[in-house]
């Protein structure tokens, strides 16, 4: 079972402040995602990594930005928060190696942004 | 693009009923899993399905696999309040899981 910390869980901002979600995973686990989630809505891939200085954008287009700079951390970056912006942003980890392998995604437990 | 379907998307069932969530997807996959998340949180796995065939259970939960098909299905048997939740199956797009809209069910009594 993997362990994935997520912080702040919750944060109210105002417009154009810059914010960055923690996210971080003592599984060693290669492969790290961030998810946008709406209350009650489907959940949208918007960044994935495969590993170290490994980024990559995901289907739902995002303005934040990541960095992959260890292993075990995997922050998000807002340069200019706007109220557009107000959602979920899941984490998560899987393993990337083949074999064993399952796919299986482990998340975090979210953090709720609300932009005012 | 993997597109991947969920019916109902609601369901509201009574204590000790029987009843099926479907999940359709679009392109070929022998990988299926499906995550239950509660009101506010993070999703939780619960039964992750690896081939064709693949039938696993877990308490009144029962997910099944049926590649030929791309159809996967989360029975329920006799159901209680305590699987009130939102279920959503996700596939996998090859780099990442294309999750379904949900299923958000509520048992009452």
């Known amino acids: 079972e993997a362990d994935i910390y997520q912080t702040p869980r919750y944060l109210v901002i105002g417009t154009g402040k810059k914010i960055t979600l923690e996210c971080s995973q003592t599984m060693g686990h290669d492969k790290m995602y961030w998810y946008q989630q709406d209350p009650g809505m489907e959940l949208h891939l918007i960044h994935y990594?495969?590993?170290?200085?490994?980024?990559e954008k995901g289907d739902l287009s995002s303005e934040s930005t990541v960095s992959r700079i260890r292993t075990e951390h995997f922050p998000l970056t807002l340069e200019s928060a706007r109220p557009s912006h107000t959602s979920q942003y899941l984490c998560a980890s899987s393993e990337y190696k083949t074999g064993t392998n399952t796919g299986e995604l482990f998340f975090g437990e979210g953090s709720r942004l609300t932009v005012l | 693009e993997l597109k991947v379907e969920q019916n109902p998307l609601f369901l509201s069932m009574q204590e000790g009923k029987n009843y099926t969530i479907y999940c359709n997807y679009s392109?070929?996959?022998?990988?299926l899993y499906w995550y239950r998340q509660d009101p506010g949180k993070s999703l939780e796995s619960l039964f992750v399905l690896l081939s064709n065939g693949a039938v696993k259970q877990e308490g009144r939960l029962m997910a099944s696999l049926d590649t030929k098909a791309r159809l996967s299905t989360l029975h329920i048997t006799a159901a209680v309040h305590d699987l009130s939740a939102t279920y959503f199956c996700a596939v996998n797009s090859g780099y990442a899981l294309n999750f379904g809209k949900g299923t958000s069910l509520l048992v009452t009594p």
């Open positions: 990594s495969y590993g170290v200085n490994s980024t």
């Open positions: 392109t070929t996959s022998d990988r």
